[in-house]
């Protein structure tokens, strides 16, 4: 087999394979235990729920999915990029994967879950990862946390 995959894309999907957990996952995980949110990675509802949803925040009643670019086809993402070898096989297989992406987060929406969907990319840089941990209360709650600054004020 050529090597159409960068290291980091084969050791995703090797990791997928082996059903273990992804870097950009710990990532997303650490994140969340900083900002104080619990959450499951391998509880009932990670089993049972449309989709085996990465992260489930019952009492938010939000599960969490965090998408590598390449296998799920982040449009317009640079880590996502058409293999040129086979290349209808992997259209049809990415499409695959966006739509049954896109059912399973109507099947939950459907059951009364907030989907959140995070991408590999945005936890790969430290500028990256800060931003998004600023912004994963908007993600989870719709709204952003109280500054320290802002509280100290009230
Ligand atoms: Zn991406």
Redo the contacts with the bound molecule.
């Keep these: 087999m050529t090597d159409i995959w960068s290291a980091e894309k084969r050791s995703e999907v090797m990791s997928r394979i082996r059903g273990s957990d992804t870097k950009p996952e710990l990532q997303v995980r650490s994140m969340l235990h900083r900002l104080g949110y619990r959450f499951t990675v391998r509880g009932p509802k990670n089993k049972s729920l449309p989709g085996r949803p990465d992260l489930v925040l019952p009492k938010h009643r939000v599960v969490v999915f965090v998408h590598g670019?390449f296998w799920h086809g982040?449009a317009g993402?640079?880590?996502?990029k058409m293999p040129k070898s086979r290349t209808d096989w992997w259209t049809a297989k990415i499409e695959g994967n966006r739509a049954r992406d896109a059912r399973v987060a109507n099947e939950l929406h459907c059951l009364g879950w907030h989907v959140v969907t995070l991408?590999?990319?945005?936890v790969k840089t430290r500028g990256a990862r800060d931003w998004l941990e600023a912004r994963l209360p908007v993600l989870i709650e719709g709204k952003p946390r109280k500054s320290v600054a802002k509280v100290a004020e009230e």
């Design positions: 670019c982040h993402c640079p880590d996502f991408w590999a990319c945005a």
